[in-house]
Nanobody, 117 residues
């Protein structure tokens, strides 16, 4: 299986971006999905999570009310809508297919988000 992120870029504080993660090679609708991020010099942080059917979501406190995770199972695509971006949101953003067996986890290659004036 494979995950490919897109949609990153440079944005001013207060701006918005929408990240996408296209899944292939596995049954996307069978898996919960996550967005993580990693800022320079820091560990990887769970940003948002969504259940298989999209009916339940969870967010890190730092992004609640600003970010929205969603999915379109017909398009095998995971999204992260990011509004009111702040400089501290600058990071590489990754989508992840979690699995009970870590060897069966999938990670995308990441997409850079930079928030700067």
């Amino acid at each position: 299986g494979q995950l490919v992120e897109s949609g990153g870029g440079v944005v001013h504080p207060g701006g918005s971006l929408r990240l996408s993660c296209l899944a292939s090679g596995f049954s996307f609708s069978d898996f919960h999905m996550n967005w993580y991020r990693q800022a320079a010099g820091k560990g990887r942080e769970l940003v948002a999570a969504i259940t298989r059917d999209g009916g339940s979501t969870n967010y890190a406190d730092s992004v609640k009310g600003r970010f929205t995770i969603s999915r379109d199972n017909a398009k095998n695509t995971l999204y992260l809508q990011m509004n009111n971006l702040k400089p501290e949101d600058t990071a590489v953003y990754y989508c992840k297919r979690p699995h009970m067996n870590p060897e069966l986890e999938y990670w995308g290659q990441g997409t850079q988000v930079t928030v700067s004036s």
